[in-house]
């Protein structure tokens, strides 16, 4: 998506590849491809100025979209790299504007009609676009047509890179041709774990998948399916989330705190979970602190989600980023790439955020370092191996639980369409109150109030965690994308 996504952004992907034989095993990997700080970055850069790491150059991170494309092309692509990106080349000289980008164009009104960069594209002639007329990113389509002929390589070092370089600086920022050239991405086994039968693969630090371990660890030891969604169970689930939100505050990028390797490592496991689970009140809720979390952290915003399953079993759950919608808000002219502001996913030391919350030290900016992120790309498959399910979101904070509601919607025999459609409940310990959609059973709200909650009742419609899901269910696939971003599901 044009507003949430590109190839100035980074992400992460969970990919299943499918078992060779019929006895065999399937094998399950993540790329972490998120954007790293410049090597002239450094944990007070933001002392001064907290809204530069929102918007302008010293916002933006090093991409890594195209290296983790790459990585996952030579891994496993069967089609040549060029024939992959030309259809985005031909995306990008020209199409219809839709309903979720002419909504963003209207909100983002100032920038598109006060910034030279953006006007050319968003509102030419000096008026915003509107939804179905036509919108062309000509430089944009002229940047992926060398790269489908050159490959990534072209985005990293030559003009492209000269380009990216000379505006970001142009805005304030640190980017070296440098930080482009000794990008990397991480390869690695998934995180495994698993939710009663089911075996569950997701997305390591620095991105929220223990977490998501750590809720369905502590949720698998009721009868949820059951008993329904009773307000009770509905409470319980609200309990897990405020107990994820404190794991989630001891979580960053492993490798700048190596004494953070075990206390990151216990957060998915069974044995962390029967430890707090005796903190776990079916009665009420309690103030933040009761959760013990160590610090407070930056909230991401903005992403986008793609799960894709193919004939083979063959699955992947991707999310990619570039952080607040239309990112840093800079625009490379010449080479038409949205950069990111994903520095803004650091904390910034001594700096309290407006709850008076002290800032994560695991979470400050350092040379080469990766924020944390929200993001958990997952995939679940059957006792038996087979494929189940490829999730993930979009919606910063609410990413995770609007992940953990989805899975559990399905558990409750909802189909794919009405597990993400279904109204959803968010508390991540601050603000003291649970986001509850107005969808919802007011027997479940009156439980909520009842239990000691503080609820906040608040449209369906508004723009908040966005599911995308792919679903096997009795040998066939099913998916859904989320209606709350205006997403659509489609097969081939």
Known sequence: MTSSAGIGGGGFMTVRVPPTTPAGT????????????PELASKTMYDNNPSAA??????????GELRGFEEAHRRWGYLPWSRLVQPS??????????????RRIQTYSDLMLHSKDWSAVFAPEGKLLLQGETIQRTNYSRTLDIIANEGPRAFYKGPIADSIIRKVNETGGILTHADLEKYTVNVERALEGTYHDKKVYTSHAPTSGPVLLHMLNLLERFDLIGEGRTPLNVHRIVEAMKFGFAARTRIGDLAYYAGSLGRVAEIPTKEFA???????????THPPEYYNPE????????????S????????IALTTTVNLVFGSQVLDPETGIIMNDEMDDFSTPGASNGFGLRPS????PEPGKRPLSSIASTILEHADGSFYLAIGGSGGSQIFPAILQTMLNLGWGMDASQAVEYGRVHDQLYP??????NILPAPVIDGLLDRGHKVKVLDINRVAAVVQVVVNKDGKIYAASDSRKNGIAAGY
């Open 361 to 364: 030290p695991y979470n400050y």
């Open 308 to 315: 894709v399953v193919d004939k083979n079993g063959m699955a």
């Open 26 to 37: 399937s094998e399950v990997f993540t790329i972490d491809y998120r954007e790293t700080a």
């Open 432 to 437: 003291e109150a649970v986001a509850a959609d």
């Open 54 to 63: 929102k918007y302008g150059g010293l916002a933006v991170g090093v991409p």
């Open 89 to 102: 080349v031909e995306l990008a000289a020209e199409w219809t504007v839709d309903t979720e980008l002419a």
């Open 295 to 306: 610090f407070d952290v930056k909230i991401d915003h903005g992403t986008s989600h793609v």
């Open 274 to 284: 029967d430890m707090i689970a005796v903190n776990l009140t079916d009665d009420r």
